[in-house]
């Protein structure tokens, strides 16, 4: 891939404890500014290597090297950062979509999308009226009548809405988006994918995002690049290309039928 790299990965092999080896000897140069879609059948690693990229998982790395380089270019190197460097990092620079919301059930929704900006020191109040004018600015009226409700009692679509704004809210370099739409209808699978889109469009030299998608239809129309990891943990496929140049019909027969 062409472009200031954002991440490097340099033979990097990866293990659950106890388990086989789940990423194989992956190199890789993740430009800075794109949104980079991952794919690949089941079980191929991609999850895994979101966790990695964004230090959710620190222990099973049995081969190689993680380098993080900071928008202004200075390197991180994942094995020599402390504890606090990493809090930063996830806390500040870094922004996370599971394939489940994992809200907070005992917060209110707005309380929910503030929480990175009261981990990272904000008053409450100040904090709670960001997140209602950010729910109110880029969820739009349907979610701002349900900023102050219980979690339990918006929808999955609702709830996964709020937890992309929880994601993008402290304006983070980097957004991990780990199969964000997987339960989602096709009234919400497409609002989810707007907002990411939206936030990544208002700023594309700083923000990337990487994008795990389980349809190849949605990875066809908005990747700029594509990492396609094979069913032995190795990277098979790994550059930039427009929406246009790959079509979701080879897409689909990566994930089908790829090695």
């Not at 990229?53 to 190689?64: Q, S, V």
């Not at 094995?79 to 500040?92: A, E, N």
Request: aromatic share 6%.
């Amino acid at each position: 891939m062409s472009g200031s790299s954002l991440f490097t990965l340099d033979q990097v092999t990866f293990g659950y404890p106890g388990g086989p080896d789940v990423l194989r000897e992956v190199n890789l140069l993740l430009p800075l500014g794109q949104k980079i879609c991952i794919v690949g059948r089941n079980g191929t690693g991609k999850s895994t290597l979101l966790y990695l990229l964004g230090l959710l998982w620190e222990g099973g790395l049995r081969g190689g090297r993680i380098v993080y380089h900071l928008p202004t270019g200075t390197p991180c190197p994942y094995d020599r950062l402390t504890p606090p460097q990493r809090r930063g990092l996830r806390g500040g620079r870094f922004g996370f979509i599971l394939q489940d919301a994992y809200l907070m059930p005992q917060l209110t929704c707005a309380e929910n999308v503030a929480m990175p900006l009261l981990l990272a020191g904000q008053v409450r109040d100040p904090a709670l009226q960001r997140a209602r004018q950010f729910i109110a600015e880029r969820g739009g009226p349907d979610l701002a009548r349900v900023q102050d409700n219980p979690i339990d009692t918006l929808s999955g679509g609702q709830r996964q809405m709020m937890a992309v704004l929880r994601a993008l809210i402290h304006q983070p370099d980097v957004v991990f988006a780990d199969e964000p739409t997987k339960s989602l209808d096709e009234h919400f699978r497409p609002l989810v994918l707007r907002m990411l889109d939206d936030w990544h469009a208002q700023d594309r030299a700083k923000r990337t995002l990487l994008l795990v998608l389980h349809e190849p239809r949605d990875v066809a129309g908005r990747a700029e690049g594509i990492v396609y990891l094979g069913r032995d943990g190795r990277v098979r496929e790994n550059r930039v290309f427009s929406g246009k140049q790959v079509t979701e019909e080879a897409i689909r027969g990566w994930i089908q039928h790829g090695n």
